[in-house]
């Protein structure tokens, strides 16, 4: 397994339309968060890179919703993703569009996504598959180096763990667009094999166990009367057994 930090600089897209496909990408993936935005609730959203910036998240009950990206169109906060310019714990909310997937170091990057959401606060990420028609073109060599095969792809089930390490309570995982060319991904095979979709999101929640654990309940055991030293119940009834 490759590590997930590498030297090469990788040049994220400014727009889905970079893509080929690239509106069926958008589309496909709006129309998997369509029934969980409604489940989100807070007051600050980030919606982080170009491709976050893009996404309708309009039925999202956040109602301020911050994009932010080093460079691009529509932003609200212009800088890295590697140190975002908010306080500790004061984001409810953060998308994270194929945004791992251009980053040098992804680690760092969930870090930082870690460090300003709240407790209990959403997490919503995606990106590609590399068991997929993408992951195989990314092996041809004349292919590899065009949009999207440049970016990274990461493994559902690696992408599972590192939420894992970091206490994320994963809420929904699926995996979608098996044909990246059709507008619905081939309704067909994305149904039955799930499995070799183009793209793959997750909704989480970070969740924050107590620093000091809870002492553990004992039930209170049941007092005995001690005996006097040298007293004997047995003693005591024969002697006055004799006396009569």
């Not at 590590?3 to 040049?11: D, E, F, N, W, Y």
């Not at 911050?66 to 890295?80: F, K, T």
């Not at 959403?122 to 095969?149: D, M, T």
Request: hydrophobic fraction near 40%; proline fraction near 6%; charged fraction near 20%.
């Amino acid at each position: 397994m490759l590590p997930a930090r590498t030297r090469k600089k990788i040049t994220a897209p400014a727009s889905w339309d970079a893509f080929p496909c690239g509106e069926y990408y958008r589309a496909a993936l709006e129309r998997q968060l369509q029934a969980w935005w409604g489940k989100l609730y807070g007051f600050h959203l980030l919606k982080i890179g170009n491709l976050s910036v893009e996404l309708d998240t309009s039925g999202c009950p956040i109602s301020h919703q911050v994009n932010v990206a080093e460079l691009g169109e529509n932003l609200h906060v212009q800088g890295s993703q590697y140190q975002l310019p908010f306080a500790h714990k004061s984001v409810d909310a953060c998308l994270l569009a194929h945004t791992l997937a251009y980053a040098e170091d992804p680690h760092r990057t969930l870090r930082e996504v870690d460090r300003v959401l709240i407790d209990d606060g959403w997490l919503v990420l995606s990106s590609f598959n590399p068991l997929s028609l993408v992951g195989i073109a990314k092996l041809v060599p004349l292919v590899r180096k065009r949009q999207p095969y440049v970016s990274q792809m990461f493994t559902q089930t690696r992408l599972l763990d590192w939420l894992g390490l970091l206490n994320y309570e994963v809420m929904m995982k699926s995996r979608f667009q098996v044909l990246p060319w059709c507008a619905k991904g081939g309704k067909t095979l994305s149904t039955h094999l799930p499995a070799l979709g183009c793209m793959t999101v997750m909704v989480a929640r970070k969740r924050t166990l107590p620093l000091t654990p809870s002492a553990k309940k004992v039930p209170a055991r049941r007092q005995t009367i001690p005996q006097a030293v040298g007293a004997s119940s047995k003693s005591y009834r024969k002697d006055h057994q004799s006396e009569d």
